[in-house]
């Protein structure tokens, strides 16, 4: 009688089982079946019309820091301009206190607000 019992209790929890482990597998089935779909919505023009617009972003900012660039390299800059602001910042490196220097537009009195202003840092 005590096998009958236990082969009764046994039963549902084999049924419980296989009715979970098929649920299990459908589910998996349905997740397969739905992968594809899913990528199949991407628009690939829309992709392809971010990917220019970022594109086209990337090329003017690296248009404008040319430019920038262009603009700071016609700023006149006295030599001796250069070696103040380089001692009084404590500064080994004379490209940065030429930079700071043509950020102020060649004013060595700008330039030493602005590194006065930043923290004691020569800006970049």
Excluded: H
Excluded at 82 to 93: G, S, Y
């Amino acid at each position: 009688m005590a096998d009958d019992d236990r082969d009764e209790e046994e039963q549902p929890q084999e049924d419980l089982k296989d009715r979970q482990g098929r649920e299990a597998a459908a589910a998996m089935k349905s997740m397969d079946q739905e992968g594809p779909e899913k990528e199949q919505k991407i628009d690939a023009s829309k992709v392809q019309q971010a990917m220019q617009t970022l594109f086209a972003a990337q090329k003017a900012s690296k248009d404008a820091e040319r430019a920038r660039e262009k603009e700071l390299a016609a700023v006149k800059v006295a030599k001796e301009d250069i070696d103040v602001l380089a001692a009084e910042c404590e500064c080994k490196d004379r490209k940065a206190a030429e930079r700071a220097l043509r950020l102020a537009g060649g004013d060595l009195r700008r330039a030493l607000q602005a590194y006065l202003e930043a923290g004691g840092v020569l800006a970049a």
